[in-house]
Every structure is written in structure tokens, then in C-alpha cells.
């Protein structure tokens, strides 16, 4: 008798465990969440500047922040500014990631929009002084065999100095991007991005030049070349590092153009070329110097890129 009370409260949980699983799996269950997509990868080649406006003030703080400042001429006001320049020529490679949102309106992936995520470098020129001063001295008198006229001849002595802060710079940037119809074979396509670059290295390369050369300086009606035997051509090239590391902070507006190489090949489907420019401001921030802010332009002139939907 127990054996058959047992027996029953067995089959009664057994029963009872059944009809429950069949009511939940008759539940509907919830459909899994769509979210964004990695849908690219890139690689470019390009450039970029800034255009800064430059002082001899400027010029103070960069000898001021060089690890020896000995090797820089002390007063600038007693040169002539041959010129000063804060564009820069940077080579600047990059890889990124193009990430495709999800469109709640279209129920699918919205392959017009992108976020594009990039880690790249800098490497080239930012502040750059250039510096001379003329010394002159009588040297020679000289008489015109054709006008018996007197000629005084002055030796200049020209001092010429040149600095430029050379940096190499890593970087990570977002942007997003807004296109034209991207299941087209060329699209194009703006946004808004912003990047932060922190130079790792940063230095000032500096050229000294001293040379004496030899001109009539007496008259508009006569030009005197003379080549001395002891013409004197001293130079040096060196270069002192940077106690402060810029840190830069780009917003850029990104302008390009997308070529996909193939419509129907199953590989070359996938492969595109670019091109862009990303005008906008950059903030070249100097720890305990100073912080300079200048129109800023991004070129990506090859930009190849891998589609994986």
C-alpha cells in the first residue's frame, strides 16, 4: 500500500513537472535585441597641419622649455625674424574601425550611418623659427677703371639660426559619419569627429650657420662680387629635447569619397579606396607653457577599406 502511494506521488511530479514545461514553452519568447555591428576595417595614409600665428614671445617659450636652453640664442630682438611658422607637415598613418548602428525605424542595420574608431600617429613639424643678423665692416677701397669713381667694399659677417620642434605623436579618435547611399559603387560623406595625441616625443632640431660674405654697399650704380680666399662657412646641427610633451586636441569635420572596386567579384566586392579632407580646429595644449589654438587640416590621400557585411 505505501509502495502505491509512493508510486502515485512519483507519477503525480511527474506530471505536474511536464505540464508546467509545456505552458512555458508554449510562451512566446522575446526576440533577441539588435544591436550595432563592426561592418569595416581601414587603413590610410595622409597628412595633416595646423596654421599658427608665432611670436618672438613664442619663441622664449620654446627655449625655455628645452632641456638646454644654452643652445639657443638668448634675445631674438636683436635678430632679424626670417620667419616663424606653427604649420606643420605631418605624416600621419591610422587604422580604424567602422561600426554600422541599428535603425529601430527600419528593423535592420542602417549601412548610411557609421562610427568610425581610429588609433594613428603623427610624425613631422610643428613650431618652426628662423633667425639672421648682418654684421658689416670696412674692408677694401676699390677704383673704377672705367668712371675713376670710389668704391668702398664692406665685409658682412651673417648669423643664421634656424629651430624647429619636431614631434611623433599617437592618437585615438571617434567620428561619425553620415553618407549618401552606401549600396551604391561611389558614396560620399561628412560627420563630425574629435581625436586626442599625446606627442611621446618631442624635440627641437636647431641649425647654426656663420659665413662672411663681401658687397659694395656705396652706391646703387655698382654691384661688387669678390670671393675671398678665407671665406669662412661654419655650421652646426644638433638638437635638444622638450621638458614638456604636447598633448593635442583635434574636432574635425571629415569630407570624402568612396570608391568600391567591384560590384560582383566575391573578393574585391569587399575592397574600397578613399579619400578625405577633415578641416577644423586643433588645441596643441604645452604642460606649464602654453596652449595654442589653430585652424587645423586632416588630408587621408589612400584610404583602403575592408567590408565584412
Do not use: C
Not at 244 to 262: C, E, K, Q, T
Not at 269 to 275: E, P, Q, S, T, V
Amino acid at each position: 500500500m505505501k509502495v502505491l502511494q509512493l508510486t502515485k506521488k512519483i507519477v503525480l511530479a511527474v506530471l505536474l513537472t511536464l505540464s508546467t514545461s509545456i505552458i512555458f514553452a508554449q510562451e512566446p519568447t522575446e526576440e533577441p535585441k539588435k544591436k550595432m555591428q563592426i561592418t569595416a576595417f581601414n587603413l590610410e595614409f595622409g597628412s595633416n597641419g595646423a596654421f599658427t600665428i608665432l611670436t618672438n614671445e613664442d619663441y622664449l617659450k620654446m627655449k625655455n622649455s628645452a632641456v638646454d636652453p644654452s643652445l639657443f640664442i638668448s634675445n631674438p630682438e636683436d635678430y632679424d625674424l626670417s620667419y616663424s611658422s606653427g604649420s606643420g607637415a605631418s605624416f600621419s598613418p591610422s587604422v580604424s574601425i567602422g561600426i554600422t548602428p541599428y535603425s529601430k525605424k527600419n528593423n535592420d542595420l542602417n549601412y548610411n550611418r557609421e562610427i568610425r574608431i581610429k588609433l594613428g600617429g603623427n610624425f613631422g613639424n610643428r613650431r618652426s623659427f628662423s633667425y639672421y643678423n648682418d654684421t658689416t665692416a670696412p674692408y677694401d677701397t676699390l677704383i673704377s677703371s672705367v668712371t675713376n669713381s670710389t668704391i668702398y667694399l664692406d665685409s658682412t659677417h651673417r648669423s643664421y639660426h634656424s629651430y624647429m620642434e619636431i614631434i611623433s605623436e599617437v592618437n585615438i579618435g571617434i567620428s561619425y559619419l553620415f553618407k549618401t547611399d552606401a549600396s551604391k559603387r561611389w558614396h560620399f560623406y561628412t560627420g563630425g569627429g574629435i581625436e586626442y595625441g599625446f606627442a611621446f616625443q618631442d624635440y627641437v632640431s636647431i641649425y647654426d650657420n656663420e659665413s662672411t660674405s663681401y658687397h659694395s654697399n656705396n652706391s646703387e650704380n655698382y654691384y661688387v662680387s669678390y670671393h675671398d680666399p678665407n671665406y669662412e662657412y661654419n655650421y652646426t646641427d644638433t638638437k635638444s629635447k622638450l621638458t614638456s610633451h604636447s598633448h593635442f586636441v583635434r574636432l574635425y569635420v571629415p569630407i570624402g569619397v568612396n570608391f568600391r572596386i567591384a560590384n560582383n567579384n566575391d573578393f574585391f566586392k569587399h575592397i574600397n579606396l578613399y579619400a578625405s579632407v577633415s578641416p577644423g580646429i586643433e588645441f596643441q595644449i604645452i604642460p606649464n607653457v602654453n596652449t595654442y589654438t589653430s585652424p587645423f587640416i586632416g588630408m587621408a590621400f589612400l584610404g583602403i577599406r575592408y567590408t565584412v557585411n
